[in-house]
């Protein structure tokens, strides 16, 4: 047969580089210039990066150096002319086509808590409705002052939780909000990150 025998890709054939897929949720046409200039100074690159185009609104970022690359989707979510956009590793034995977009972490704000409930443990118990609770989070990240903070994995497909009633000793009851940190355009009509509003299906 003109296919030939299968052929074994081993570790020395990879590449030596460091790449990064986002998906930017836009209809409209993607400018990877303008892109790069955005995201040049935000990002901070030493040896900086090069991109080229995976499809109509995904673009690939490769850099040198794994740090880099972390450092960014660390500091997640960002956006691109106030609409979101969405990262996920390029790992080497996946491939793109096979990328799921569909999940951010970012942090919240948990309002109205009562004095003697703001704690850790608390936080994490609210935001658990929210998505899953991000585990490598300092103390003193949590404490917002007059209100708790939690980083969070959220599916952007869903509707974004807005806060959650609790129920204090007495049988009292009480609402907290939810505020949720550097958040770009959400859908008007429904609350998803996912579409403009001139793209929901309730419009």
């Known amino acids: 047969a003109r296919e030939g025998e299968e052929l074994g890709l081993d ?6 580089n460091f790449t990064m897929a986002a998906k930017f949720l836009t209809r409209r046409a993607l400018n990877v210039e303008a892109v790069t200039r955005t995201f040049s100074p935000l ?5 900086g990066f090069k991109v080229r185009r995976s499809s109509d609104h995904v673009l690939l970022f490769t850099f040198e150096k794994k740090e880099e690359v972390e450092r960014i989707m660390s ?3 960002w956006s691109f002319n106030k609409h979101l956009v969405v990262l996920q590793w390029c790992d080497k034995e996946v491939p793109l ?3 799921e977009f569909d999940k951010i972490s970012i942090w919240i704000q948990i309002h109205d808590v009562p004095l003697r409930f703001m704690n850790k443990t ?3 118990k609210l935001s658990a409705v929210v998505g899953m609770v991000c585990q490598e989070i300092d103390e003193g990240e949590i404490n917002g002052g007059s209100f708790l ?3 969070v994995t959220i ?3 869903k509707l974004l939780c807005k806060g959650r009633l609790i129920s204090l000793p007495h049988d009292e009851q009480s609402w907290v909000s939810f505020k949720y940190e550097r958040l770009p355009n959400i859908c008007y009509w429904c609350g998803c990150l996912n579409h403009g509003d001139r793209d929901c299906d309730l419009w």
């Open 11 to 16: 570790g020395e054939l990879s590449t030596k």
């Open 43 to 47: 990002w901070r690159s030493v040896k």
């Open 75 to 77: 500091n997640a979510p």
């Open 97 to 99: 086509k096979d990328l």
């Open 122 to 124: 608390v936080a994490e």
């Open 149 to 151: 903070r939690m980083k």
């Open 155 to 157: 599916d952007i497909n």
